[in-house]
């Protein structure tokens, strides 16, 4: 007879290989596309790093980034406004107001729409401050991103804000309280890492002056 323990390590090895693996290897953005999409041949190869073409039909599918906004929104107090992700993937963590930019949209009006969805904030003022690649895992897809972050300013009182969309709940927090680990997703994670490190050397800069 086999060892319960044996199969019980057998199993949970056997779960890692099928769900964690393949988020491990440095896998193609279009694994999982099988098929070509257009005649449906699954004589669809790798073509280049970020594409594969059907040797059926010629049909080349790129796998481009897609482009992403997100708001460091601070109020007169110097707080940042956070909000609750209330979907998959990372629900339940924290995330800075955003989301995908619409076909035909600047990242300008991404912005600005993104955050009135989410908070009921109207930003008068949007200014681009740096970008990050990323990957958003979505329906077991591994999405490539390229996420802009925008600084924002506004009163300590706005429009009446509440959670919508995709936020479920909103924080003013101070830069002392924020702890980037509590971002879920990995660009965000950095960038607020890279918010807090120019919140400090700003109260460093105003100490020495």
């Known amino acids: ?56 039909c010629g049909l080349e599918l790129f796998m481009n980034p897609s482009a992403a906004v997100a708001a460091f929104i601070t109020n007169d107090k110097g707080e940042l406004l956070v909000c609750r992700r209330a979907k998959e993937p ?7 107001p955003g989301g995908f930019c619409d076909i035909g949209e ?17 930003l008068t003022d949007a200014e681009y401050a740096f970008s990050l690649p990323n990957k958003y895992m979505y329906s077991g897809l591994a999405i490539p991103t390229l996420d802009f972050f925008f600084e924002c300013k506004v009163s300590s009182a706005p429009d009446v804000i509440h959670a919508a969309d995709d936020a479920s709940e909103l924080l003013w927090l101070s830069p002392q309280k924020i702890d980037p680990s509590l971002f879920g997703l990995d660009s965000i994670r950095r960038a607020v890492a890279n918010w807090k490190e120019q919140q400090r050397n700003g109260d460093r800069n105003q100490i020495a002056n």
Request: glycine letters at 2%; charged letters at 30%; a negative charge.
């Open 1 to 56: 007879m086999v060892d319960d323990n044996y199969m019980r390590i057998l199993l949970n090895y056997s779960f890692f290989c099928y769900f964690c693996i393949p988020y491990l290897t440095d896998m193609h953005p279009l694994e999982k596309f099988r098929y070509c999409p257009c005649c449906g041949t699954a004589d669809f190869q790798v073509a280049t790093e970020k594409s594969k073409r059907c040797r059926n």
């Open 106 to 122: 600047t990242v300008e009006e991404a912005v600005r729409r993104e955050v009135r969805e989410e908070t009921n904030i109207t």
């Open 90 to 96: 990372a629900k339940g963590t924290l995330d800075l």
